[in-house]
Nanobody
Framework: QVQLVESGGGLVQAGGSLRLSCAAS????????MTWYRQAPGKQRELVAD???????FYLDSVKGRFTISRDNAKNTLYLQMNSLKPEDTAVYYC??????????WGQGTQVTVSS
């Protein structure tokens, strides 16, 4: 069975940086898109960034220029480099690997807390 395990979250001061990783166990061929979501308590989940198998990327407007998404297909790993962090970035961050309805995997989340 496939598992996604996130790491790299933590507590950081505003202006600091963190790098999140999402590593998959087992074989996951032909993943179409890998995505980072986040959700703060009492708020709706939002898409932060995604990256397709061809390398195309998308970013939430509020993180453009600060966050960089990347993937290592050989390692079945997704990354999110977060720079110039702001308190509004505080949330639980979730990774998702999607191919189709039969292959749609979620991590359990990693907490990112940015203090002012």
């Amino acid at each position: 069975q496939v598992q996604l395990v996130e790491s790299g979250g933590g507590l950081v001061q505003a202006g600091g940086s963190l790098r999140l990783s999402c590593a998959a166990s087992g074989s996951i061929p032909s993943i179409h898109v890998m995505t980072w979501y986040r959700q703060a308590p009492g708020k709706q989940r939002e898409l932060v960034a995604d990256i397709t198998s061809s390398g195309s990327t998308f970013y939430l407007d509020s993180v453009k220029g600060r966050f960089t998404i990347s993937r290592d297909n050989a390692k079945n790993t997704l990354y999110l480099q977060m720079n110039s962090l702001k308190p509004e970035d505080t949330a639980v961050y979730y990774c998702n690997f999607f191919r189709d309805n039969k292959s749609n995997y979620w991590g359990q989340g990693t907490q990112v807390t940015v203090s002012s």
